[in-house]
């Protein structure tokens, strides 16, 4: 029997792994990548006595991949907040899906464990972009202002980790980086105990101020897009970059576009804030887009397709 842990290789997915390990340790097989990498489960080599966990990847995007799994008689438990489309029901396939633009798989995680590692799922929440609702959730651990900034940071660090084309854009690929927070049942052991965290907050500060001396290509109060130039310190910011404008514009969408190796481009969409819907709706009309209500993305976006991606965008958030 191999135990094999799939998750998205962001905040998210790693705080509902690491939530689900805490309450019941194993050795596992983890298989996860750069955040972008969402198509995870074709990378199971399933047996029938296997145990596989999948978390905060779309169902959508991994139901073909899924289908051979279950044949093989394993058994899955798949917890997610994405677009699931059909969900098959199988006897072996256990799933606690919830898509609202409020949730994150490690909140779903944390309900299922009935809040018994709620600090993690508080740092989740904080890495999706959910800055309120983490701080509603919170409210059991009776933190200081200071310890929830804490959290907020370590959320959003391990989310701008997850940021990249390949591992390589990476400062830690994220089967490592949950390796080095496995250890830690407090997310503030963590932090005042292991490098990851100033390495990041280093190079998050870095890749920020680059990213600050780039002014939008089209602005208007509906939307907002930006384009990033083809370089790895573009590729790890431009998530966590359109959360924080996002907050900073709440009435506004915004997309941040960077430019890859063949003049397409990675796109990062965020729904107004004030109304979190419509960016899945928005990037699933492009043949690699997909995501969720609140924050979507599109993998590759032919250049020529740019004037397209832009009326698309202003026709879906017109005010
Ligand atoms: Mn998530």
Redesign the pocket.
Known sequence: MTVIDVF?G????IC?LHQLRLAAPCESTLITGVKRDIALVKQIKAEASDKITVL?VSLDKNRDALLPVLDSGAEVTYI???FPGDIPERQNLTTHINTDSEM???LIVNELLGGEHLAWAVT?AF??NLLTTARTAAAPLNLSEDELEKLQTLGTLLNYNGYGSTLDDLYFPPAELYKRVQPHSSPFSFINEDGAFTTLADGFKSDHERALSITAERATDDIAIYIFPNDAFARRISGVYANELAQENPTRAHALLSELDDGSYLVSVRAPLNNRTGADELCRQFETGGG?KAAAGINKLPATELEKFASAMSSQFQA
Do not use: I, K, S, V
């Open positions: 998205n962001d905040a998210d997915g509902a905060d997610d907040h994405h994150c798989t490690g989740a890495g999706d969720r």
